[in-house]
């Protein structure tokens, strides 16, 4: 069985910048399509972004220009960095390996001053 481990969250002010992390128990590399989910406090989980196995990257609209997935094969990692932040992207970031529905247990992000 797959395990994720996000990391990489934090508190940062607007404008800021993170990288979260999503590594894998086993190697992901060039198998899964991966996605990023967010669930903003009170609110529903979403779908950030996604990564297919052949590295096609979907993004929601508001993150568009913003947040970009990419896959390090070497380390079985799926990360997404996070630039010029807003209040409204603050929630805890999850991973998750679609096919399989497995999900990591999350990592937060605020964005405040």
């Known amino acids: 069985q797959v395990q994720l481990v996000e990391s990489g969250g934090g508190l940062v002010q607007p404008g800021g910048s993170l990288r979260l992390s999503c590594a894998a128990s086993?190697?992901?590399?060039?198998?899964?399509?991966v996605e990023w989910y967010r669930q903003p406090p009170g609110k529903e989980r979403e779908l950030v972004a996604g990564?297919?196995?052949?590295?096609?990257?979907h993004y929601e609209d508001s993150v568009k220009g913003r947040f970009t997935i990419s896959r390090d094969n070497a380390k079985a990692q799926v990360n997404l960095q996070l630039t010029n932040l807003k209040p409204e992207d603050t929630g805890v970031y999850y991973c998750?390996?679609?096919?399989?529905?497995?999900w990591g247990q999350g990592t937060l992000v605020t964005v405040s001053s």
């Open positions: 998750r390996i679609n096919t399989l529905d497995i």
């Open positions: 086993k190697s992901i590399a060039n198998r899964y399509y």
């Open positions: 990564i297919t196995s052949r590295n096609i990257t």
